[in-house]
């Protein structure tokens, strides 16, 4: 096992040097020009421990450039490219260091260069109310690598409810095809790090990991982000210019032998749901409902049916909980099972 100032060369592409220090799984190689570059652990092969270690001061002395000289720009390593590697696949990974103990364990966050291009990168996070952003870690990462972009704790993980990468993707001392530059945005579920399950095996690393796309196959990732005030104003606006949202109510309503139908399942309310959380769903669903029931509520003894489906019965929940609250004059009992299965319920207004 490679250590702190052992000699080291990299298992899977050229290159190598001294071990300067080690983070977790990852070591930070200084090759002989004094550069720095992480390289995980099992990529290092030890080269000669007998012999004695370099260190700054073991370097030769080079008079400093003239001001009239410009500096010159450390050269980039030859890259030995993949088939395939001519498409960008970048991804964002998160490892806990102990994955048994994921109340208390620290973690990993890992940006994955799978491509034959370099990435000049900048991670960034943000809380879910802060109105700027934070930059974590910034550089460039060499193809077909991975790179430790910082080790945080849950204390730091409530801070990240909102991450972005930011990438130019270019070759070295060769020609090749431009990419263009992008900024991929994720809202990331911060409860998910502490459940076991929504840790899964992923093609880049040993043992479980939250990933998420930045570019697939050349194709940036692009998440909406939806704040729920922002859409609750969206949706006062879009009513205030009598331009809904939703599709017309027609469309969602019928009567039949009397009875007033009202589907509630969400791609019926919605042309689409990027971007909401279960709550924001929730939310328009019920909207849906107490705009059938005021509807109706000036016809005393009317019956209204409202599909909701099985599911957990959250929807149900929430329904039976508004009628008591709002229109304690109306019952409520399952609708028919014949007509409807499980996923129902039948409204009826007193007289």
């Not at 080690?22 to 390289?39: C, K, L, S, T």
């Not at 364990?105 to 802060?130: I, P, Q, W």
């Not at 934070?134 to 060499?142: L, M």
């Not at 399952?334 to 409807?340: P, V």
């Amino acid at each position: 096992m490679a250590k702190v100032n052992d000699i080291v060369r990299f298992l899977n592409s050229t290159g190598g040097g001294r071990i300067s220090k080690i983070v977790g799984n990852m070591a930070y190689v200084e090759d002989e020009d004094g550069f720095e570059q992480p390289v995980l652990l099992r990529e290092c092969v030890v080269v000669d421990e007998s012999k004695p270690k370099k260190t700054a001061y073991d370097r030769p002395l080079v008079p400093a450039p003239s001001k009239e000289e410009p500096k010159p720009q450390p050269k980039l390593p030859e890259v030995e490219e993949t088939e395939g590697g001519e498409k960008l696949n970048v991804t964002l990974a998160y490892e806990p260091k102990e994955i048994k103990h994921l109340n208390t364990t620290t973690f990993y966050a890992y940006l994955v260069n799978d491509s034959n291009y370099y990435l000049y990168y900048a991670y960034m996070t943000r809380g879910e109310n802060d109105g700027s952003w934070t930059t974590c870690s910034h550089g460039i990462i060499e193809p077909n690598i991975q790179v430790l972009l910082e080790e945080f704790d849950s204390q730091r993980l409530t801070e990240m409810s909102r991450v972005a990468v930011q990438y130019v993707a270019f070759k070295q001392g060769k020609t090749f095809k431009l990419k263009n530059p992008a900024l991929v945005e994720h809202r990331l579920d911060t409860t998910k790090f502490y459940k076991l399950h929504c840790f899964h095996d992923n093609e880049y690393f040993d043992s479980p990991v939250i990933a998420l796309d930045i570019v697939r196959n050349d194709v940036p990732a692009r998440m909406m982000v939806i704040d729920s005030a922002d859409l609750e104003r969206a949706m006062q606006e879009k009513r205030r210019a009598d331009r809904p949202v939703r599709r017309p109510v027609q469309k969602h309503e019928k009567e039949k032998n009397g009875i007033v139908e009202c589907d509630l399942h969400i791609h019926e309310l919605l042309d689409t749901t990027a971007g909401l959380s279960n709550r924001d769903m929730l939310e328009v669903q019920l909207n849906k409902f107490r705009e059938v029931m005021d509807e109706n509520i000036d016809k005393p003894g009317a019956r209204v049916v409202f599909i909701h489906g099985k599911g957990e019965g959250v929807l149900r929940k929430a329904l039976l909980d508004e009628l008591k609250r709002k229109y304690p004059h109306c019952e409520a009992q399952d609708a028919s099972f014949r007509e409807y299965g499980f996923g129902a319920t039948l409204v009826k207004l007193r007289k």
